[in-house]
């Protein structure tokens, strides 16, 4: 298992585990990330910026911090 964050360019993942505290985790779950839903990365920001993910057909930039929180398992 790794963090969102970490994930590559273009690879494709599976939410496994968010860990948030509540406010952020209802923020990620109205975002559409939830356990066991797929993502990629389409494109990350400079200087460990944001990072653009594709959820289904939605299209959502998370700042990094964020991203770590994510834990995901790859294809």
């Known amino acids: 298992m790794q963090l969102l964050s970490q994930l590559s360019i ?3 993942a599976v939410i496994a ?7 952020l985790f209802h923020r ?3 975002l ?8 990629s990365i389409i494109r990350r920001a400079n200087f460990k910026g944001p990072l ?9 930039i998370l700042r990094a911090a964020e991203a770590a929180r994510i ?5």
């Open 52 to 60: 653009q993910v594709r959820l289904g057909t939605t299209d959502v």
């Open 71 to 75: 834990h995901i398992n790859t294809h």
């Open 32 to 39: 559409g990330f939830r356990v066991g839903k797929p993502l």
């Open 17 to 23: 585990a968010i860990e948030a505290d509540e406010s």
């Open 10 to 12: 273009g690879t494709t």
């Open 28 to 30: 990620l779950s109205a």
